[in-house]
């Protein structure tokens, strides 16, 4: 891969994405694999005046090596060490850029009731420091390909041909072809632009239909807000979240849906790829999960169960089906892509930066709006090409916002 492209996504990650400031720590979250770019990225940190660059390294096997061996009360425990390193992350806001490059079926195996056990032991305390740290620090997603997750996607190439077509793929989604400044200054004016369009509708409520089985209500909260790109922190720097982006999201009415959603795309979840599977919900909780084979059902009904939030829904997203995602024709089996592919929904963990003008709220105003929590945040994708979504809104009136899979 051209050295150039490579360090100018580096840059891009860096500049636009975590957007570091001068002074700030940062960290770095990187496979063992793909320790190269790790090292692309840290050397853009520190141009970036960054004042320290760590990183936090992993490793699939690794990972699957602690679940096969070590006991569930060992897994489960949270070493003093871990809060208080968890703790100076609170105290210093570091950046967080996250270079994602699993394989999705890196857990493939794994007891999967273990699995959902230790996460349910160790979220609760994870999520206490998350919480205080909520919109006060940047944070980017950005990927890059490892053989697995290549070999993956591109099952009939050999592994080079295979990383390569995925690193092409990744570097066009991610418009750092030509300016890629200018192209991401330019993208978050278009999403911004119909987030508005959508904000002064006044949704009250979406209706989701579609004839794979999907037929689905929710509601909107007033006082909440569609965003896109670019998002803020609290003291108002700006940042890119995830890169790729193409959705307008929000965070819906906890207790309001209703209806069967059907998924168009597998998810790889919990290092493991689930596919053709759907929820029924009523009165805002998951009932029912729908899956065709068992093992998806279980590796759904486990997530599910990690906490009461996880059985409800934490955001809505509407993306056209015709994004320059989905037209690669690639099926990434990574959410980072696959969600900006299609509309798609999320259990788990809501946005409290949805709430219009939560930057001048007290963290009391906004716990008011009892929006979704939860230790979970999964997308999973419901967008096709035969969607149609209906508005109503708040003074009663029907507006049509997709139809046929795209804005209408």
Known sequence: MNKTLLKNYAKLIVEIGANVQKGQDVIIQARVNEAYFAELVAEAAYKAKARSVMV??????????????????TLSEMPKWKEEKLQHQVDTLPARIYITSDDPDALKGVDQDKYTKVKMALGPTIMKYREQMDNKYQWVIAGIPSEAWAKKV????????????????????????????????????ILKEKCEWLNNLGIKSLHYESKN???????LLKGMVFDGGAA??????????????EECFTSPDKTSANGVVMATKPLSVDGKVVDNFGFRFENGKVVEVLAKDANSKEVLE???SVDEGARQLGEVA????????????ILFFETLYDENACCHLALGRAFEECIKDFDKMTSEERKAFNLNTSIIHVD???GSEDLNITATTFDGKTVEIFKNGTWA
């Open 232 to 245: 803020r922190t609290i003291s108002g720097v700006v940042y890119q979240p995830n890169m790729p982006t």
């Open 380 to 382: 999973f994708m419901i």
């Open 318 to 329: 509407l993306v056209p089906f015709d994004s320059p995602i989905n037209q690669t024709g």
């Open 213 to 219: 089985g999907t037929n689905f209500n929710i509601n």
């Open 154 to 189: 591109f099952p009939n190439e050999t592994k080079s041909n295979a990383v390569k077509k995925l690193w092409d793929a990744i570097l066009k989604t991610t418009r750092v072809l030509g300016d890629p400044i200018e192209n991401w200054k330019e993208h978050n004016k």
């Open 56 to 73: 936090e390294w992993s490793d699939d096997q690794i990972t699957r090596l602690a679940y096969k061996y070590q006991s569930l009360k």
């Open 302 to 304: 486990h997530l599910i």
